[in-house]
């Protein structure tokens, strides 16, 4: 008898006392070529499901690394491959000393990016540990982070020398040359969380020319009006924004002053509450948000919105408030938010 009829009959005898009689029935399915295929068949699915990225296109991200500014450690931005006849950037700002590279595998985020044919990048900024509240940390974008992010952003789109670019896990050294060496072009929006919605916040007053809009979910710190004012005199050059956060979020305080800031200084600006949520960053939100950045792009640049009076409640209780909207779409969603 050889090995395989030996195999195959030890096998039959298993799956019989286990009762499944017709499955064991054929020897030819413990036969050494019926194996070797299983085998190859596994083998490919195993590669197939452990090796493939997560992400179409996982593998091009790529890290631009930068000379830092004072009060940092460390300066870095990660993006996907700029696309052809990039019409604008999209960068998200994660909470303190985080790695913008995971936020921008967010598929929602990805898909906004592709709508716009925008460059989608990640910041990755570092200042010391336990040093948040020091006025020379990377949020605090005039001094130097803001800066930063924009030379940054021209390398990205426009092609850089002498800095270093490597894969995201530290792979080879990848090109980051643009299409035909121009600076990153307006509109630039900004999305952050906590202290990434501070920076957000920061950069879009100090730059106001760069930024389109922005977004800044759970943000913490809250500048003096003073500080704002010496961002951007004039309120009609400002760009619009949306402050969202939990309402049971630890900063929802910070974030309702945020709001308040800007709002006395006539700034576009909306609130966007969320029950039931701590300091987190929330899909639902995140889905609110994108559409209200599609309606801010669908719109001239000084379009006037639709500005709405009430008491809103939201975390906003006892305030009678005026809040931003680009469009009205933007604030039949909202309603029902």
């Not at 195993?46 to 890290?63: K, R, Y």
């Not at 919105?305 to 408030?321: A, H, M, Q, S, Y």
Request: charged residues 25%; glycine residues 14%; aromatic residues 10%.
């Amino acid at each position: 008898m050889s090995i395989q009829e030996s195999g195959a009959r030890k096998g039959a005898a298993f799956f019989r006392r286990a009762k499944w009689r017709n499955f064991a029935d054929s020897p030819r399915i413990f036969s050494a070529k019926s194996c070797l295929w299983r085998g190859i068949f596994l083998g490919v699915l195993f590669h197939l499901v452990f090796s493939a990225p997560a992400f179409p296109g996982e593998g091009d991200v790529v890290t631009l690394r930068l000379p830092v500014a004072e009060g940092m450690t460390k300066a870095e931005l990660k993006y996907w491959e700029v696309p052809k006849n990039c019409a604008g950037v999209l960068v998200l700002c994660p909470g303190w000393n985080g790695d913008g590279g995971h936020w921008i595998k967010n598929a929602g985020w990805r898909e906004f990016a592709r709508k716009h044919n925008f460059a989608l990048v990640g910041l990755s900024f570092v200042s010391p540990d336990g040093h948040e509240a020091e006025p020379m940390a990377y949020h605090h974008a005039e001094k130097g982070s803001g800066k930063l992010l924009f030379e940054g952003l021209e390398k990205i789109m426009g092609g850089g020398s002498g800095v270093g670019k490597t894969g995201a896990e530290g792979g080879a050294e990848k090109s980051a040359a643009g299409r035909d060496g121009r600076m990153a072009p307006p509109p630039v929006i900004l999305f952050g969380f906590s202290r990434g919605g501070q920076f957000a916040m920061s950069v879009a007053e100090h730059f106001p020319d760069k930024v389109r809009a922005w977004g800044a979910t759970g943000a913490a710190g809250v500048p003096p009006e003073k500080k704002i004012l010496e961002g951007v005199a004039d309120a009609k050059m400002a760009p619009p924004g949306v402050v969202i956060c939990g309402l049971d979020d630890s900063n929802a305080g910070a974030a309702t002053e945020n709001f308040l800031a800007r709002l006395r200084l006539r700034r576009r600006v909306c609130w966007l509450g969320v029950p039931g949520v701590e300091h987190a960053v929330n899909a639902r939100a995140e889905v609110w948000t994108r559409a209200f950045f599609d309606a801010v792009l669908a719109n001239p640049v000084d379009a006037k919105g639709i500005w709405v009076e009430g008491e809103f409640g939201r975390g906003l209780d006892g305030f009678l408030l005026r809040v931003w909207f680009p469009d009205e779409n933007t604030k039949k969603t909202w309603d029902v938010f």
